[in-house]
């Protein structure tokens, strides 16, 4: 069985369509800001900047009344009124401040554990994305009291056949827990990590050991966030669910494997629109939830 979940909401609007186009900088520097996230708060309407800071959405006139939330890995997120993006055509963000613990490794390594392995035969699923830029991440605990250190993440892919580009890019993030609502708190990293999806790979993997991330204490979540770039961008033949008259879609690559799996560990959130959501699909038996077809791979420190 097949089963693709898409993350979109539907904006039914007769109103003038307007082009919202613009460019984002850095407020310091000045030097454009590629894959940066824009959504309309309320609305799940939004696109991405491109490699050159630039961005270019269709939206109806009524929107500009709306507040748009910008996010951008390493700055503060920043929310402004969709006339004065508008009206201005460039908006400038602000660097945050971000206070990492230095960690110095030595000696070898060696218990490595992977938690969530998956095996290709086991994705069945796959999480699509349309509307407006999400990220994805899976919550992975820390289990035992041994120190550990991220070694590697493996993401698997649901191949499209709408999608004829030979790869679509995404970002990975890894994000802290906050301690109270336990929800994804701040970026570990300032790095962006820019990853691909290959035609005719069914994953990708890659090293972080040089990063030098320790596992923290609460967990970490792992994130994959999709870029709104004309690079990942197809058209979806769909049918409107209340008319079942067909309609032509807007989607972006890459499409996430998904797998099912009874560790209520692994917990999954949702960001868009400026929050974190828990997002839950569950199997027929209600025993199962559905998760991004994602593998953490933790090494511990030896002593000399």
């Known amino acids: 069985m097949r089963l693709f979940i898409f993350l979109l909401v539907g904006l039914s609007c007769t109103a003038q369509e307007i082009d919202f186009e613009g460019y984002v900088q850095d407020v310091s520097t000045k030097e454009p800001i590629p894959y940066v996230n824009i959504s309309f708060l309320n609305t799940l309407v939004g696109t991405s900047t491109d490699e050159d800071g630039a961005f270019s959405i269709t939206i109806p006139k ?70 407006t830029p999400w990220i994805l991440a899976l919550y992975f605990p820390n289990i035992g009291a041994a120190k550990k ?48 999806a290959v035609k005719g790979r069914e994953y990708t993997t890659i090293n972080i050991s040089d990063l030098k991330l320790k596992m923290p204490t609460e967990g ?5 966030e999709w870029l709104f770039i004309p690079y990942n ?9 209340l008319t079942n008259k067909p309609r032509i879609e807007d989607r972006f690559a890459p499409t996430f494997g998904g797998v099912y799996s009874k560790n209520s560990n692994f917990k999954l959130y949702v960001y868009g629109m400026g929050e974190w959501r828990p997002f839950t699909v569950q199997s027929k038996g209600n025993n199962q939830s559905l998760i991004p077809a994602l593998s953490l791979k933790v090494n511990q420190k030896l002593k000399k």
Not at 84 to 103: F, G, I, P
Not at 150 to 163: G, K, N, W
Not at 233 to 241: F, I, L, Q, S, T
Request: avoid cysteine.
């Open 62 to 131: 009524e929107l500009l009344s709306t507040k748009v939330h910008i996010s951008s890995l390493g700055y503060q997120d920043t929310v402004l009124l969709g006339k004065t993006v508008y009206q201005n055509k460039k908006v400038e963000l602000t660097e945050a401040t971000m206070k990492l613990d230095e960690v110095i490794l030595s000696g070898n390594f060696g218990d490595s554990k992977t938690y969530n392995p998956v095996s290709s035969y086991a994705i069945k699923s796959g999480f699509d994305a349309s509307s």
């Open 149 to 196: 250190y991220l070694e590697s993440v493996t993401v698997f892919f649901r191949e499209r056949q709408e999608f004829t580009r030979d790869r679509a890019k995404f970002r990975l993030r890894f994000f802290s827990v906050d301690p109270v609502t336990k929800t994804p708190k701040e970026d570990l990293l300032r790095k962006s990590i820019l990853l691909e």
């Open 220 to 224: 970490v979540f792992v994130g994959l």
């Open 233 to 241: 961008w197809y058209k979806k033949d769909e049918r409107d669910n």
